[in-house]
């Protein structure tokens, strides 16, 4: 079992989204192990969410915006402080958001 002052503990999600802003990324996977992963994402309004279906199942907690979740091709409305639940391999993506969306997100697995 590894040390815990050889684990990263800490992780400032402010810091990722200013990286992301920076990048042509718009999300950032911080912890990506073979049980969890997680990271966070930010949509601006009219750019697209190209993910594809993921290999474990997954959590989204909306940090804050608004618009749409598409699974399954069906729309769930987010708000600030909504989470969501999508079942691996299962088609999903954002849209319709006009202002910033920002959502933490965990996998039941690795990140794939």
Known sequence: MP???T???QFDTTEYLKEISKSKSYF???INKDNLAAGILRLMPGKEDTQEPHDSDEI????RGNGFLN???KDYS???G???YVAKNMQHRFHGNTKEL???YFFGGPDS
């Open 3 to 5: 040390k815990l002052d």
């Open 7 to 9: 684990l990263k503990i």
């Open 28 to 30: 950032h996977t911080f």
């Open 60 to 63: 989204y907690y909306i940090v």
């Open 71 to 73: 699974i399954d091709n």
């Open 78 to 80: 987010i708000s600030d």
């Open 82 to 84: 909504m989470s969501y």
């Open 102 to 104: 920002v959502v933490l």
